[in-house]
């Protein structure tokens, strides 16, 4: 394997299966982390190379280094939730995220919603906006499931996405590899906080959301068993191969 073997979300083309077929997609929701808890995760994809894609939701210097990469890619990361809980937090409409996180990354192609909110209504809000890429569905790798991208109206094109950290500690999943992939897309989803924090089971991070913007305790919270930081790791180390 090498570094060739990972690609970005915007190189994607349902019509060329050599385009995404035995290939790794990397991505990441950054999902508001303190800007140390990012640059601990991007430091990591630095140092091996290889090509990201990530989800923005807010403004932070941290996205000026991501872009400087050529090798990665930011995208757009909206959250809808407020909306559907009804505490819109001073959004009027779905409408309105979405602008007020574009605004974060004009050149964005790419979204996915957070907590892969979506619908019909939000396809079509995400073509008027010139969004390409829409990564709002999760399919386990394995059993009957045959994962590949496809293309709704409007040539958007759907992503999906068969690993996802904070997911596959609920369903004890291990993370992908090329050799898993048998012919299908392989889309892996993780996030800079349980990157961090290694988060072992999802009671290490809902212990922990008191101090996931102060970096310097949230450090000595990190486990230092086998957690998400090492599945990232492995996965990474992938690229080194010959």
């Keep these: 394997m090498s570094?060739?073997?990972?690609g970005l979300i915007r190189d994607i083309n349902p019509k060329n299966?050599?385009?995404?077929?035995?290939?790794?997609?990397?991505?990441?929701?950054?999902d508001w982390a303190h800007d140390t808890v990012i640059e601990d995760t991007l430091a990591l994809l630095e140092q091996y190379d290889v090509p990201v894609t990530w989800f923005a939701t807010h403004r932070t210097?941290?996205?000026?280094?991501?872009?400087?990469?050529?090798?990665?890619?930011?995208?757009?990361?909206?959250?809808?939730?407020?909306l559907l809980e009804g505490s819109s937090g001073?959004?009027?409409?779905?409408?309105?995220?979405?602008q007020s996180t574009i605004d974060i990354a004009p050149q964005a192609t790419?979204?996915?919603?957070?907590?892969?909110?979506?619908?019909?209504?939000?396809?079509s809000l995400f073509i008027s906006h010139n969004l390409r890429y829409c990564c709002?569905?999760?399919?386990?790798?394995?059993g009957s499931n045959r994962i590949a991208p496809w293309e709704l109206w409007g040539e958007l094109v759907m992503v999906p996405h068969c690993w996802q950290d904070n997911v596959a500690l609920m369903m004890n999943m291990?993370?992908?590899?090329?050799?898993d992939a048998n012919d299908q897309l392989i889309v892996v989803n993780f996030h800079p906080i349980h990157v961090f924090l290694n988060t072992e089971d999802l009671g290490r991070y809902e212990r922990t959301r008191p101090i996931h913007q102060k970096p310097l305790e949230l450090i000595r919270q990190r486990f230092k068993g086998y957690g998400t930081r090492n599945r990232l790791i492995e996965l990474l180390e992938v690229s080194k191969a010959p």
């Excluded at 299966?17 to 950054?30: A, G, K, Q, Y």
């Excluded at 001073?90 to 979405?98: C, E, Q, T």
């Excluded at 291990?174 to 050799?179: I, S």
């Design 3 to 6: 570094s060739s073997t990972f």
């Design 90 to 98: 001073g959004a009027s409409s779905a409408a309105s995220v979405l």
């Design 136 to 142: 709002n569905a999760f399919i386990p790798l394995g």
């Design 61 to 82: 210097e941290v996205l000026d280094r991501i872009r400087s990469n050529v090798k990665f890619d930011v995208g757009i990361h909206p959250n809808f939730n407020p």
């Design 110 to 123: 790419a979204v996915r919603s957070h907590s892969l909110v979506h619908s019909e209504r939000l396809a």
């Design 17 to 30: 299966d050599e385009s995404w077929r035995n290939r790794v997609f990397l991505t990441f929701d950054i």
């Design 174 to 179: 291990r993370v992908p590899t090329p050799p």
